[in-house]
């Protein structure tokens, strides 16, 4: 077995994990904190830029850093090798609700476009970078910006993504508009643009963002259906004011309320 073949299972429904299974002096790599659990005789080490085997020098890796830092990640990724006889195994967790995505980077031309803050692990080799949108309005208007992930190499990759996960294979010249926060990842061959919802009634009241995602084949492209903006916004719109408490599931509030009270 190669580096780059890793074994690897999932675990739970809306809060997963993936363990993967690291043969001795195997590697794989993970964004800073996402690491959940890990057997004995696992070493993990902190590195500079994004862990592919490309980046031989100083230099290299400090392009590879600010590509990461671009698409909102950390300088640091960590890598986890197996110094052990037997195989070991290591876990990492999504950082909130939602679904793990395992792509054979073999199996799709060696290229995977996704959205910042999607890439959870890989195997060693893969790179992680940045896919740059060629025309100015996707940059400007995309909802996830200008700049994408782009994670490239042979081996296995994990991303993860808000609530359920739906892939969607496209045909040659099919069409598929997707609000532009819903959109998780793609493969290369897929063509990205940014459109302006038509209507001024629909783009101001409609309740929807003002431009979506014109994705066209071929290619695969995988769509959430909880962005975790959309959620965040939910949260924070549904918070209490500072300094005082709604009590939403009281029924001594709700009486307060209707009769007026103060309660400061």
Known sequence: MNNHEIDYKLFGDDMQFVEIELD??????AEAGSLMMMDEQIRMETIFGDGSSKQNGFMDKLIGAGKRVLTGESLFMTTFTNEGV???HV???????GKIIPVDLSQINGKLICQK?????????????????????????????????????DGMAFIHAGGTIHKRQ????????????CLVSMTG?????????????????GGEGLFFATLRGPGTVWVQSLPFSRLA???FAA??????????????????????GDRK
Not at 91 to 97: E, G, I, L, R, V
Not at 126 to 141: A, D, N, W
Not at 192 to 201: A, L
């Open 24 to 29: 001795p002096e195997e590697t794989v790599i």
């Open 233 to 235: 916004s939910r949260v």
């Open 189 to 205: 061959g897929v063509e990205y643009d940014i459109e302006f919802v038509k209507g001024i009634k629909t783009a101001l009241f």
């Open 239 to 260: 918070a209490p004011e500072r300094g005082g408490s709604k009590g939403e599931g009281s029924i001594a509030g709700g009486l307060f309320d209707i009769l007026g």
């Open 117 to 153: 803050d999607a890439f959870l692990a890989a195997a060693k080799g893969v790179s992680v970078g940045i896919e740059f949108q060629r025309k100015i309005g996707t940059g400007f208007f995309g909802g996830e910006g200008f700049i994408m992930q782009k994670l490239q190499g």
């Open 91 to 97: 876990s990492f967790a999504s950082p909130y609700p």
């Open 170 to 181: 496209l045909e040659a010249g099919e069409t598929l508009k997707v609000d532009t926060g």
């Open 86 to 88: 037997g195989k070991k």
